[in-house]
């Protein structure tokens, strides 16, 4: 079975610019996370979906935002791009929201010059 | 919010020893408690989990302790191999977002 699916797997944006990340969860999972990685960290928690509505965002600021479609792939937007926001962005999926193992993707690299 | 410690962040063993690694949480009402292993490239993938219901839980080389009084938990992976060497991270939860220590880079030495 395919697990958690990430596009693209590598960007590179510059300054001021927009990018749109990608998600496929596994299948029959309902709930969509998404985690930003910096070198070094561990993942730090940006927003979970379930079911297309929003169920939990972290501390970020409103240039990050995501969605979910009826199909539960989701999407990662964030506008504005800051140097500060080069980091891996992770997937994570799980059957529903309440305590379910939550299964990662490999994540896109993302580089801001 | 809920903090997560993690302890030591490198850990160097010989091939065959055990390997422990130490976290500490600060909410009590957190109640989930997974285990990541992260390889070089790769997203963190689980290892193993506990609920707060559980004091330990094995499986194979690895277990997983809890004490919920003392808010602390361990992994412990024994007859370690070339394969464990990896960045070990754990986590809390209490429903939604998943709370991660900073991560344990473990080296299997021959």
């Known amino acids: 079975d395919a697990g958690v699916t990430q596009s693209p797997t590598h960007l590179i944006k510059t300054r001021g610019q927009h990018v749109t990340l990608r998600c496929s969860p596994i299948?029959?999972?309902?709930?969509v996370s998404w985690y930003q990685q910096v070198l070094g960290q561990g993942p730090q928690f940006i927003f979970q979906y379930y079911e297309k509505e929003e169920r939990g965002r972290g501390n970020f600021p409103d240039r990050f935002s995501a969605r979910q479609f009826p199909n539960y792939s989701s999407e990662l937007n964030v506008n504005a791009l800051l140097l500060g926001d080069s980091a891996l962005y992770l997937c994570?999926?799980?059957?529903?929201?309440?305590?379910?193992?939550?299964?990662f993707g490999d994540g896109t690299r993302l580089s801001i010059l | 919010g809920e903090n997560v410690e993690q302890h030591p962040s490198t850990l160097s063993v010989q091939e065959g020893d055990s390997a422990v690694i130490k976290c500490t949480y600060s909410?009590?009402?957190?109640?989930?408690f997974p285990w990541y292993k992260q390889e070089l490239g790769k997203g963190p993938q689980l290892i193993i989990d506990i609920r707060s219901n559980v004091g330990e839980k094995k499986d194979q080389r690895i277990a997983v302790t809890l004490n919920k009084t003392a808010k602390h938990f361990s992994l412990h992976i024994t007859e370690t191999q070339p394969e464990d060497s990896a960045v070990y991270f754990c986590?809390?939860?209490?429903?939604?977002?998943?709370?991660f220590g900073k991560g344990t880079r473990l080296h299997i030495l021959p």
């Open positions: 994570a999926s799980s059957l529903d929201r309440a305590n379910q193992p939550q299964h």
């Open positions: 299948s029959g999972h309902k709930s």
């Open positions: 909410d009590s009402a957190s109640n989930y």
């Open positions: 986590a809390a939860s209490k429903g939604d977002k998943i709370i």
